[in-house]
């Protein structure tokens, strides 16, 4: 059974950075994309990363150049580096996973079967 957990959120000031963890099991590399997702009070889920099974990688404009998604495989984990974070990119952060196979938006959540239990960011002085 596919699981992920994230970790590494935490209080940060507006400006800083924070790179985000997310520990994937039970699954192959080559047969899922992951991405990167967020939802803050009151807001849809947003998209925000992908990484397809053959390492290519995919941003929404609204966070092009400020966020990175990497992968390691040994040690079975997808980063996401965030800089210059901002006010409004305090939200619950989330990694999620789909087969490869699957054709369709990569930033709609709806497009996901795997989720992590999330971790929260706040950029606050």
């Known amino acids: 059974q596919l699981q992920l957990v994230e970790s590494g959120g935490g209080l940060v000031q507006p400006g800083g950075s924070l790179r985000l963890s997310c520990a994937v099991s039970?699954?192959?590399?080559?047969?899922?994309?992951i991405a990167w997702f967020r939802q803050a009070p009151g807001k849809e889920r947003e998209g925000l990363s992908c990484?397809?099974?053959?390492?290519?990688?995919n941003y929404p404009n609204s966070v092009r150049g400020r966020f990175t998604i990497s992968r390691d495989k040994a040690k079975n984990t997808v980063y996401l580096q965030m800089n210059s974070l901002k006010r409004e990119d305090t939200a619950v952060y989330y990694c999620?996973?789909?087969?490869?196979?699957?054709?369709?938006?990569?930033?709609?959540?709806?497009?996901?079967?795997?989720w992590g239990q999330g971790t929260q960011v706040t950029v606050s002085s």
């Open positions: 999620a996973a789909r087969p490869a196979v699957r054709v369709g938006p990569r930033f709609e959540w709806n497009w996901y079967d795997y």
């Open positions: 039970g699954f192959t590399w080559d047969d899922y994309d």
């Open positions: 990484i397809e099974a053959d390492g290519t990688t």
